[in-house]
């Protein structure tokens, strides 16, 4: 009875271990990217898949959350596996998809929106600054790229997040340049410039460091297969 007790739970240990590779594999995940989501070493996830030890049942339930899960699912041996991951942890694309470009579309026009009955409102009830109202749409164009930035920053690459900061810190500068007036106001386009370079340089270290994990990744990989 014992020996098929230790079978048993060899064969489960197996069946887990199968079930983490699949899943983290789906999500387009490394074992050191999983690691830094469930605090946990890339050592300790190794272990996990190579069927050396199994996880805790914590481990396990904080894992079936991040792949949008339940624990019993790792536990079930299967051909392929179907991942109903959240948003945050599906791999990050240089693009919007059709929905995507909807959602940023109808959020930018909610800014635009708001810019218009602004405008109306300086018209109608404070006329003595209607000549000035013009400068909401001015303030528009920096507002609607930080709308724009949230959604690159849950859904597109590095290199997009730094395009859209560049867009932000210049219509940022367009805006203060004719809405604030001080005394050589053009130098806001001046401060921009340092600006723009630690865009460059914020995303260029990006940059590195997953060119970085990546190298990391095939080291580990050709170190394994050795």
Not at 37 to 45: A, E, M
Not at 54 to 58: F, G, I, K, L, R
Not at 116 to 122: D, P, Q, S
């Given at each position: 009875m014992s020996?098929?007790?230790?079978?048993e739970?060899?064969?489960?240990k197996?069946v887990?271990?199968?079930?983490?590779v699949?899943?983290?594999?789906?999500?387009?995940?490394?074992?050191?990217?999983l690691?830094e989501?469930?605090?946990?070493?890339?050592?300790?996830?190794s272990?996990?898949e190579?069927g050396?030890s199994?996880?805790?049942?914590?481990v396990?339930?904080?894992l079936?959350d991040?792949?949008?899960?339940?624990?019993?699912d790792?536990l079930i041996e299967k051909?392929e596996?179907d991942?109903?991951a959240n948003?945050?942890?599906?791999?990050?694309?240089?693009?919007f998809n059709?929905k995507q470009?909807i959602?940023i579309?109808l959020?930018?026009?909610i800014?635009?929106l708001v810019a218009?009955?602004?405008?109306?409102?300086?018209h109608?009830?404070v006329?003595?600054l209607?000549?000035?109202?013009w400068?909401?749409?001015?303030?528009?164009?920096?507002?609607?790229t930080?709308?724009v930035l949230?959604?690159?920053?849950?859904?597109?690459?590095n290199?997009?997040n730094a395009?859209?900061?560049t867009?932000?810190?210049w219509t940022?500068a367009?805006?203060i340049y004719f809405?604030?007036?001080?005394?050589s106001?053009?130098?806001i386009f001046i401060?921009?410039?340092?600006?723009?370079?630690?865009?460059?340089?914020?995303f260029?270290?990006?940059?590195?460091?997953?060119?970085g994990?990546?190298?990391?990744?095939?080291s580990?990989e050709?170190?394994?297969?050795q």
């Open positions: 020996e098929n007790f230790y079978d739970s060899e064969k489960l197996e887990i271990a199968s079930n983490l699949k899943y983290r594999k789906a999500m387009n995940l490394t074992q050191i990217e690691s989501k469930v605090n946990y070493s890339d050592k300790n996830i272990r996990w190579r050396e199994v996880p805790e049942v914590t396990l339930k904080r079936a991040l792949y949008g899960i339940s624990v019993n790792f051909s596996v991942v109903n948003q945050d942890i599906k791999k990050k694309t240089k693009l059709k470009t959602i579309l959020s930018v026009m800014v635009w218009i009955l602004v405008y109306c409102a300086f109608s009830f006329p003595n209607k000549n000035e109202a400068k909401v749409f001015l303030l528009a164009l920096p507002v609607s930080i709308v949230v959604f690159t920053s849950i859904w597109c690459t290199l997009m395009i859209v900061v867009v932000l810190i940022m367009i805006a809405c604030v007036q001080f005394e106001n053009w130098l401060v921009a410039i340092p600006v723009q370079f630690m865009d460059i340089l914020w260029t270290l990006r940059k590195i460091k997953s060119n994990k990546k190298g990391l990744k095939k580990n050709k170190n394994t297969k």
